[in-house]
T-cell receptor, first 111, second 115 residues
Framework: QKEVEQNSGPLSVPEGAIASLNCTYS??????FFWYRQYSGKSPELIMF????GDKEDGRFTAQLNKASQYVSLLIRDSQPSDSATYLC???????????FGSGTRLLVRP | DVKVTQSSRYLVKRTGEKVFLECVQD?????MFWYRQDPGLGLRLIYF???????EKGDIPEGYSVSREKKERFSLILESASTNQTSMYLC??????????????FGSGTRLTVV
């Protein structure tokens, strides 16, 4: 089983809708969670990170973490065509400097 | 904003050549990383460094080596390039504060083709 699982998509939503991206992980020692956005041909850029159970909001983005169920999600409200990209989930395990990445979910926002 | 600069955006090398990929960051980050990204395989860690002259193997170190002589610079070396090393190479750096890792900042990537 992969350490970080994401549905590859594409997830297609209409402009203005809420896009919900999900990520599950296998190791309960995972401590910190990160969401990156990657446009085609570009490098990943950090959108949000979350350490504690619950929700964390930043503008149109909300990260949700449930450590008991071992999932983390990213909600994008009022989706825009410019949000079309691949979204990578990553986690850091206890006492580690490195991040472990999922393979990413491709999001397509239709005008 | 922290900046991570990779020396080449595109590179074409011949099989058997020794290849150097350079990465420089300007924000005094302790940690630096080299990943490769391939379709369907995601990001895979090659090597990372948490201090000058310190290095640790990642998940796929075979065929690669690294050098970190100065805090701001982390070099990836392909000792003898092979066609299966054709990939997008991404350098990243991060800050550690206490036990918290503040995410990575990535460079713009080097797309290496080995022919």
């Amino acid at each position: 089983q992969k350490e970080v699982e994401q549905n590859s998509g594409p997830l297609s939503v209409p402009e203005g809708a809420i896009a919900s991206l999900n990520c599950t992980y296998s190791d309960r020692g995972s401590q910190s969670f990160f969401w990156y956005r990657q446009y085609s041909g570009k490098s990943p850029e950090l959108i949000m990170f979350i350490y504690s159970n619950g929700d964390k909001e930043d503008g149109r983005f909300t990260a949700q973490l449930n450590k008991a169920s071992q999932y983390v999600s990213l909600l994008i409200r009022d989706s825009q065509p410019s949000d079309s990209a691949t979204y990578l989930c990553a986690l850091r395990m206890d006492s580690s400097y490195k991040l472990i990445f999922g393979s990413g979910t491709r999001l397509l926002v239709r005008p | 904003d922290v900046k991570v600069t990779q020396s080449s955006r595109y590179l074409v090398k011949r099989t058997g050549e020794k290849v150097f990929l350079e990465c420089v960051q300007d924000m005094d980050h302790e940690n630096m990383f080299w990943y490769r990204q391939d379709p369907g395989l995601g990001l895979r860690l090659i090597y990372f460094s948490y201090d000058v002259k310190m290095k640790e193997k990642g998940d796929i170190p075979e065929g690669y080596s690294v050098s970190r002589e100065k805090k701001e610079r982390f070099s990836l070396i392909l000792e003898s390039a092979s066609t299966n090393q054709t990939s997008m190479y991404l350098c990243a750096s991060s800050l550690i504060s206490g036990h918290s890792l503040y995410g990575y900042t990535f460079g713009s990537g080097t797309r290496l083709t080995v022919v």
